[in-house]
């Protein structure tokens, strides 16, 4: 099915026609539409215009207004100010352009059949060691972005670039080989949290020993080149650390509702083969230059505190690999392999001067270009309600499955304390549904660069810009719906709308315009900001307008057509974020 016009587009249609037929030597001028408090929508184009064509701005406005013919969109337009025009649709505008996007199953959210393939990284944990709150943003915000770049139409390759090579498994592996008994799983069937558990003391004991003993270290690097030689033992027992440690992450990610796929999980052993070619290639095209006996990228504007620049290392003086190897290879494959037209990174602004070091020595490279971008989805700190970073009181990080746990945790005893003829095990599906989505909502509603505070007790309140106040919205209007009985939706758009039910109108269609400037901004809080002023126009609405005792049968069957467009919008704009909408809480 087509897309469905906004009003904002069909008032700007007409807008910009009456400009051509009064003042044909502005060319396509842009009215220059937006929202607006005085109105449904203010045009300011006209103030520029006449400056172009020296003109007096609210004569020309007033022409503009005199060559729009009458119609049945736009019920009044008023010459403001200096030239501005504030325009009021009708009723019957609003109600007929609802009914259109609430006939569609896409709710008039444009699909573009000619986007191209977007490679997404995202959610990027490591190997033997246990997530963590520093783990929780790249997850979520990534998860969002694939659901909401898909749903408008962009080819979405998913990457989980898990940190499962390198120096720390030689020194792991060798530790194990000295320390068997430290690894006993006396119960073969441990797998998953515990495993890892196990796993990740591992790795904190092989780290202290690697860092106090030299000759052990000297053991660990010699383990290293078998792992990259492909010793058959090493091998195995990486495979093994790799194994448990995937089961684990599927875990995290079922708890978190997110859908982890394992042929998506390509770590950064899976470019090992690539490497020595990405430096060859580097190097014969002069990208790359050998420094102390290092292949180095160097940058005119990127220096050290001594003034020295500061290149990026692509192969150490050792003949070692660093990042910067493992992500231009996989830039690489990303681009001729898959085919990407965006590489999408949602990685922390931490890593901001590597990844800007890697995209240039792309582009340099000729890997990035005209047809092909790289974008970071940089994302700030997660912060205590101190507003530091996120400790446990002894100090170390917050492992995610204690968060998560605490959150369904709490939201179940909100669930409980409200819940009308719920069972236990109803309580405790929504109380996953109502704490996950606390979790993930209070992230995606905080501009992805911004620090946030991660508060469980704002999280999981019933009142402000939470998920549980959308939720709760949405199960409220579900409730009204069971209720109406014979009494059925339907759009009416000759009667009169109040206040409340036009706001709820207008905001209703703005949906699909939200969405696609979400996914080209690959800004997720601003859906999110849309759905809380969804909810709270929608909450104004219940109060001010009765649904179900409305004055006749049409006015109702048409309060009905709104509580459920609002349901819709609100089911599939959350569905967008990951968040789970039930329908009785």
């Known amino acids: 099915m087509a897309s469905v016009p906004s009003l904002a587009s069909t008032v700007q249609q007409r807008l910009a026609e009456g400009l051509s037929a009064a003042l044909p030597e502005a060319g396509s001028a842009d009215p220059l539409l937006r929202r607006s408090d005085r109105a449904d929508f203010q045009a300011n184009g006209i103030l520029a215009l006449a400056k172009r064509l020296k003109g007096n701005p609210r004569e020309l406005a007033t022409k503009v207004v005199e060559a729009i013919p009458a ?33 569609d199953d896409r709710l008039g959210v444009p699909f573009n059949e000619s986007a191209g393939t977007t490679v997404i990284d995202y959610a990027q944990p490591n190997v033997a060691k246990e997530m963590h709150v520093g783990h929780l943003r790249s997850a979520v915000i990534g998860a969002a972005m694939v659901e909401i770049l898909e749903f408008t139409g962009e080819k979405v390759v998913r990457r989980h670039h898990i940190g499962d090579w390198g120096t720390q498994f030689g020194m792991l592996i060798q530790y194990l080989e000295e320390h068997p008994h430290e690894l006993d799983h006396k119960d073969a069937e441990v797998t998953g949290e515990e495993a890892m558990s196990n796993l990740d003391r591992l790795y904190k004991a092989a780290r202290r020993l690697f860092d106090a003993d030299e000759e052990f270290k000297t053991r ?96 150490k003086s050792d003949g070692g690999f660093g990042y910067a190897a493992t992500d231009l290879s996989a830039i690489r494959d990303r681009v001729q392999n898959l085919k990407a037209s965006t590489l999408l990174y949602v990685v922390d602004a931490r890593q901001a001067l590597h990844f800007r070091m890697v995209f240039e020595t792309a582009r340099r490279a000729g890997w990035l270009n005209e047809d092909v971008k790289a974008v970071q989805l940089a994302f700030g700190t997660v912060l205590g309600k101190d507003g530091k970073p996120f400790k446990t009181r002894e100090g170390e990080t917050v492992r995610l499955m204690d968060l998560l746990d605490e959150a369904i945790d709490r939201a179940s005893a909100v669930v409980r304390e409200k819940a009308q003829d719920l069972t236990e095990e109803e309580i405790a599906e929504r109380g996953a549904q109502v704490g996950i989505g606390a979790v993930k909502y209070a992230d995606l509603s905080t ?35 069971r209720k109406a009985g014979d009494a059925k939706p339907a759009a009416h758009p000759e009667l009169a709308l109040a206040p409340s039910e036009r706001a709820l109108g207008l905001h209703l269609d703005a949906f699909g315009e939200v969405v696609a400037e979400t996914a080209a901004e690959y800004a997720p809080h601003k859906l999110a900001a849309y759905l809380y002023q969804l909810a709270s126009q929608y909450t104004t609405f219940y109060s001010e307008c009765p649904v179900l005792k409305a004055d006749t049968e049409e006015q109702v069957e048409n309060r009905l057509f709104l509580c459920e467009l609002t349901a819709r919008t609100l089911h599939r704009g959350m569905a967008l974020l990951g968040i789970r909408t039930p329908e009785r809480l």
């Open 447 to 481: 501009s992805a660069a911004r620090d946030y505070k991660f508060d469980l007790d704002q999280m999981v309140s019933l009142n402000g810009d939470t998920s549980v106040y959308l939720q709760y919205a949405y199960a409220r209007i579900q409730s009204i719906l």
């Open 220 to 315: 660990a690097r010699r383990r290293v080149v078998d792992l990259q030689a492909g010793d058959p033992q090493t091998l195995a027992t990486w495979q093994r650390f790799v194994d448990e440690s995937k089961i684990y992450f599927f875990s995290v990610f079922e708890k978190l509702d997110m859908d982890i796929r394992d042929e998506d999980i390509v770590g950064e052993s899976g470019y090992n083969d690539m490497l020595h070619e990405t430096c060859r290639l580097l190097e014969e095209s002069g990208v790359a230059v050998r420094s102390e006996g290092a292949l180095c990228v160097f940058f005119d504007d990127i220096k050290g505190p001594d003034g020295n620049p500061t290149p990026l290392i692509v192969q």
């Open 71 to 103: 119609n049945d969109v736009l019920g009044e337009i008023e010459v403001s100010g200096p030239g501005f025009l504030n325009i009021t649709v009708t009723d019957a505008a609003i109600v007929r352009t609802l009914a259109a996007r609430a006939a």
